[in-house]
């Protein structure tokens, strides 16, 4: 048995881990546009990366560099404002380059390294400002992990960044993380950037196998809008400064670590998503399957339908009943089921909408629970979570280079 | 060979076709929400129903018509500002009565109606509104189809009709059509509700295949928001009155005539989607199938950045690659290509960032074309249209029942 408990700080509360983030020159807002994370030893690594087959220099380097080292790091730099992303032979070029600049700066071997970009596709990198940026960011290493996840936010409203300390039998470890979202966001893969550190010893094959089944229900369950990203990438990085080694018995605590802060970090990303204004989990019950239920969650929670009704507090079942409708799940509209917060809105083929009005001021609240029942007379469940689609998320997007 | 041309009109344009629209009060603005088409003579009838799983009461009964009739009509009822979906029991007992009522009043067996309802999901029908409504809408019949397609519309800005003449070898026949949007439009079935008339003798089985056929790169090629509504249906009936019969010879100047009014149609559709500024058709080259070419089309022109940054004016062609690369279509980054207008912005996986102001400009039109190259080697190809996102989609979407 484990204990999971909530501590202060984010990728450097796990012992041995530094971080710094600062203005290397990428944004022309002067905002902190580099973050650099370092393990004090050898960290064992792993890392899921987006399906988008437009995948960007930085992942493809990272994926060869994991292979190259046997999935082991002391260092991951993440550059903000530019995602270095279809930018052909010059962005593999200047990605090999932002990992060698890093392991001289620390002092690896260039396959001990990972690299992320997030920010606009397209653009190259601007290899002067991390040619100076990369050894400032070294000089700048410190046991607070705040800057760094300031450091990796685009049009984020706020950092992202959680840790626990878990309890076992033989010790204890702790799991600290950051993350950045907040366009682009959909659920059919690791979404966004995500980072997750931990003082426990892992080898290579648990530590990913933990991260897979952490994210499924933490970066894989959300979405803003729809947008799988050519950047997405989600890592983890065990350096065993506390001694504690997990083996097959401790490794169901190492996944309640991570999904802990995991989970604390994704809906921070829902959150924060771009224009949102509530928090929104989207249960779907009484699914035929596990895929179906999966499916027809995905598809209710970037309904741009469901997504504006609640935006504007409006109990519009119906839209419920026709994004599951037409989710490609079995459903069977006699049996399907519509439930807003505690009020059931739709039975049996049968509408309350004397209800509407109580389920109109729970809208007003920020942090909404909705479950649609598909009616199939399935047990299959599933939980996405989902934020609303306001005016300025429209403005955020169709300025967002301008 | 056969000759199309435009004339003026619509669903009347055709010998033997009268409509009429008019407010009955089930739109509490007062605005019309009742339309009648109806042949002098029989009419042979086919319809393309939604794929939504929660079809909607009127499209139940219309299958249920269409098979008892043999595919024959002489009435087609309309009603906008309650879409009797998700209504249970009580919404097939109405859709049933609204049928009786038409048939009544017009003189022709119940199973010789079709039925449509579009506006608010899971609300009942006011049964009293049509008892008086439809006989009015009888004596209100006449050879001007303007009122009918004024009486369909929801949120749509402007009504939708058009009208062709079609000169063969053998005679002249006339297709007419009218339309409505324009929210919850998606392309993947027959979307919205759609009228097709034409005044050539058609038998059941070509004119529903004349009716698919046009349907495929018109009324199904558009989206506004992906999403396939609970009353999506398109109708053609063909009555005869210009004694062109339409036989094996004859059956590509009947989809050359459907086409021409469907596509005109359809972009109507498109342009006047809920807070559309822009209609943008999204092409797709360099497929490894027509079902990718497909897909990926649909993707692009489904992607909220997309239709953002497009409303916008900004060229961030990046985004357009993203959607390509994530759709599900086989996609290769380094042969990839961007065109906007005439203008290639990414080409072999290199961008050309020194023409984003040229594009710019493009992009302040209205009328705009996209093509995106996948890059496989292959030649298939889709054209879907689509419209820009704008927050005045939100602003509709969030108030639509408040």
């Known amino acids: 048995m484990s204990d999971v408990r909530a501590i202060s700080g984010g990728v450097t509360a796990p012992a041995g881990f530094r971080a710094s983030g600062l203005h290397c020159g990428i944004k022309a807002s002067g905002k902190p546009d580099l973050a650099l994370l370092v393990s004090d030893s050898a960290a064992t690594a792993a890392g899921i990366f987006t399906l988008n087959l437009a995948k960007a220099a930085p ?5 060869e560099h994991l292979e190259k080292s046997g999935g082991r790091a002391f260092a991951l730099v993440t550059n903000s404002g530019c995602a270095n992303a279809c930018t ?4 593999m070029a200047d990605a090999r380059e932002m990992a060698q600049l890093t ?3 620390v002092g690896c071997r260039v396959e001990e390294t990972l690299i992320a970009s997030t920010g606009v596709i397209g653009v190259n990198l601007e290899m002067d400002r991390l040619r100076s940026g990369i050894p400032q960011a070294v000089a700048a290493l410190s046991d607070e992990g705040g800057a760094a996840a300031r450091a990796i936010m685009t049009t984020d409203p706020f950092p992202k960044e959680h840790a626990v300390e878990v309890t076992t039998s033989v010790g204890t470890f702790r799991v600290g993380g950051m993350a950045k979202g907040s366009g682009m966001i959909e659920p059919r893969m690791a979404t966004m950037l995500g980072y997750l550190t931990t003082d426990a010893a892992v080898d290579q094959a648990l530590l990913a196998r933990a991260l897979t089944e952490a994210s499924r229900y933490t970066f894989n369950a959300i979405t803003v809008d729809g947008e799988p990203s050519t950047n997405d990438c989600v890592f983890a990085l065990a350096n065993g400064a ?9 490794y169901p605590a190492l996944v309640d670590g991570f999904r802990a802060v ?5 809906l921070g990303i829902v959150r924060g998503g771009e224009g949102a204004t509530k928090l929104i989990a989207i249960t779907v019950s009484g699914a035929k399957s596990d895929a179906d239920a999966w499916l027809a969650a995905r598809a209710i929670a970037n309904s741009l339908l469901v997504k504006t009704a609640i935006h504007g507090g409006d109990p519009n079942w119906g839209r419920l009943v026709a994004a599951a409708g037409r989710s490609g799940a079995a459903f069977v509209l006699e049996g399907a089921r519509v439930q807003i917060g505690s009020l059931v809105l739709f039975e049996n083929g049968r509408p ?4 509407a009005p109580q389920a109109a001021d729970y809208l007003m609240g920020k942090d909404l ?5 598909l009616g199939t007379g399935g047990a299959h469940r599933a939980t996405v979570w989902t934020c609303d689609l306001s005016a300025e998320y429209v403005k955020i997007n169709a300025e967002y280079r301008t």
Do not use: K, M, T, Y
């Open 59 to 63: 992942l493809l380097v990272c994926e």
């Open 88 to 91: 052909g032979p010059q962005g």
């Open 103 to 105: 392991a001289a700066a």
């Open 242 to 250: 506390s001694g504690v080694v997990i083996d097959e018995g401790l």
């Open 262 to 266: 995991a989970q604390e970090l994704a």
């Open 352 to 355: 309350f909408d004397e209800r």
């Open 369 to 373: 629970q909705i479950e649609v029942g």
